[in-house]
C-alpha cells in the first residue's frame, strides 16, 4: 500500500456521463496530482493542487474539473464522456521537499 | 522546457542476462531524475531516483541508472534479469514548482524476459 488511495479501482459508464473520481493523498502531503493514462497518449499529466488551490495545469479538457477539499482530499470529475475518455486515471501526491511522487494504484475507466 | 525520450519501446532479454533500458533526457536546468515500474493492471512504483548527488544510483531490486551529464542520459540496467521484471519502465524527468514537482514522463520500455 503506497499510502494514496483511489476509488473506485473500476468504473464501466456510458457516453454522455458524468463520474467523480476521488484520491486521498498520503498523510501529511499537501500536493495531489492526476494523471491520464491511455495507450495511445502514454502519461499525460492532467492538474495539480496544493493545499486546496489549483497549482499547474496539464493537458485537461475543458469537459473535465477538479478540486481539493479542505481535508486534503481530491476530486476529478469527467463529464460528457466520450469514448476516448475510456483510460486509467492515477493520483499521485507529494511534499513539497518530496522528489518525485507516491503513486495511487488507478481507477480505471471504461466508457462504453 | 524538459522532455525525456525512451530509445526502445520494447526490450526483450532471456533470464539471467543483463538489462538496459535506455534514457535521454533534455532539461534547461539541473534534472532530477527518476525510473518507475509499472506491472500489468497496478500502479507506478519508484524504482530509484537521481538528485544530483552520487551519479551511480541504486535503486530497488537490483536496478541501478548512471546519470551522464556530457551524454544527456540516464540508463537503467540490471546485471541479472529475473521473469518478475517484466513490466512496463518510465525515465522520469522533474521540474519543481513552489508547491511540489512536475513529472514529465517518457513514453515507456516494454521489458519482456523469456525463461
Known amino acids: 500500500d503506497s499510502g494514496v488511495t483511489q476509488t473506485p479501482k473500476h468504473l464501466i459508464t456510458a457516453t454522455g456521463q458524468r463520474v467523480t473520481l476521488r484520491c486521498s493523498p498520503r498523510?501529511?502531503?499537501?500536493?495531489v496530482y492526476w494523471y491520464q493514462q491511455s495507450l495511445d497518449q502514454g502519461l499525460q499529466f492532467l492538474i495539480q493542487y496544493y493545499n486546496g488551490e489549483e497549482r499547474a495545469k496539464g493537458n485537461i479538457l475543458e469537459r473535465f474539473s477538479a478540486q481539493q477539499f479542505p481535508d486534503l482530499h481530491s476530486e476529478l470529475n469527467l463529464s460528457s464522456l466520450e469514448l476516448g475518455d475510456s483510460a486509467l486515471y492515477f493520483c499521485?501526491?507529494?511534499?513539497?521537499?518530496?522528489?518525485?511522487?507516491?503513486f495511487g494504484s488507478g481507477t480505471r475507466l471504461t466508457v462504453v | 522546457a524538459q522532455s525525456v525520450t525512451q530509445l526502445d519501446s520494447h526490450v526483450s532479454v532471456s533470464e539471467g542476462t543483463p538489462v538496459l533500458l535506455r534514457c535521454n533526457y533534455s532539461s534547461s536546468y539541473s534534472p532530477s531524475l527518476f525510473w518507475y515500474v509499472q506491472h500489468p493492471n497496478k500502479g507506478l512504483q519508484l524504482l530509484l531516483k537521481?538528485?544530483?548527488?552520487?551519479?551511480l544510483v541504486k535503486g530497488i531490486n537490483g536496478f541501478e541508472a548512471e546519470f551522464k551529464k556530457s551524454e544527456t542520459s540516464f540508463h537503467l540496467t540490471k546485471p541479472s534479469a529475473h521473469m518478475s521484471d517484466a513490466a512496463e519502465y518510465f525515465c522520469?524527468?522533474?521540474?519543481?514548482?513552489?508547491?511540489?514537482?512536475?513529472?514529465?514522463f517518457g513514453g515507456g520500455t516494454r521489458l519482456m524476459v523469456k525463461p
Open positions: 499521485a501526491s507529494s511534499r513539497v521537499t518530496d522528489y518525485g511522487y507516491t
Open positions: 522520469v524527468v522533474s521540474r519543481s514548482n513552489n508547491a511540489g514537482n512536475m513529472l514529465t
Open positions: 537521481y538528485t544530483s548527488a552520487a551519479t
Open positions: 498523510s501529511g502531503d499537501l500536493s
